[in-house]
């Protein structure tokens, strides 16, 4: 069986008498360490599909499964225990806590699990050392996302989820997040999902999945993925 598995997700939205289907029988596959890239237009129905493998939302019908496991039959709490103990994520817009410094925010996390990443090898590792102490108002948006990101796999996570990661980013700030992901994805063996309305980030991908309409078109391996520095946008 594949890491993760969608079977003919459905997801729908009522509004008093007002039904929107925001996922239309959703099926793909994702398999163990892969960097995989979900691609659409805004309105397509790829946040509801993150939100629905990271167990922040509830389907309407259908089945999901990650690592054998069928999640879209767990509790409200069981899920709750399912995301603190497996999947880690990277919000567009960072959602740090603005009265803890950079450390803290990424410690917080660590806190959570029983076998987290030392935070300061994390801290390190996404360029920060020099700027643990500073509170997020005192950093860059470059730097917020890197402490985000941090933030997300310091609890080691199995599955690491990415919605618009560089949306709020400069081009070169957006290329290193990027080419961090692909990193952790490589040397960590960890399963990255991004999701994505740029194109051009399908080359730096193992898989790369299109959404329309709320329906998967298309779940394709990329044979040859390139490294991020060689991508243009």
Request: aromatic residues 6%; contains cysteine; hydrophobic residues 40%.
């Amino acid at each position: 069986m594949s890491y993760i598995e969608f079977r003919n997700v459905r997801k729908v939205y009522r509004t008093g008498d007002v039904e929107v289907c925001a996922l239309n029988g959703c099926d793909f596959f994702v398999n163990k360490g892969e960097l995989c890239v979900i691609v659409g237009q805004s309105g397509a129905g790829k946040t509801t599909l993150l939100n629905i493998l990271g167990g922040m939302d509830k389907l309407t019908t259908g089945e999901v499964f990650l690592d054998g496991r069928e999640i879209s039959k767990l509790k409200t709490k069981e899920l709750a225990t399912f995301r603190r103990d497996n999947v880690g994520f990277v919000f567009q817009f960072y959602n740090l806590i603005p009265n803890l410094t950079a450390y803290e925010n990424v410690e917080m996390a660590a806190q959570l699990v029983k076998d987290p990443i030392d935070c300061d090898m994390l801290m390190n590792e996404v360029g920060l050392a020099e700027r643990k102490n500073n509170f997020p108002a005192q950093l860059s948006g470059g730097e917020q996302q890197r402490v985000a990101i941090a933030r997300a796999i310091a609890k080691n996570p199995k599955l690491l989820l990415c919605d618009e990661p560089t949306g709020a980013l400069d081009y070169q700030t957006g290329k290193a997040i990027l080419k961090l992901l692909q990193q952790l994805s490589v040397t960590k063996g960890m399963t990255v999902v991004i999701i994505t309305h740029n194109s051009a980030l399908t080359a730096m991908a193992d898989r790369v999945i299109r959404v329309k309409n709320g329906k998967v078109i298309s779940n394709v391996v990329n044979e040859s993925p390139v490294n991020v520095e060689e991508i243009e946008w």
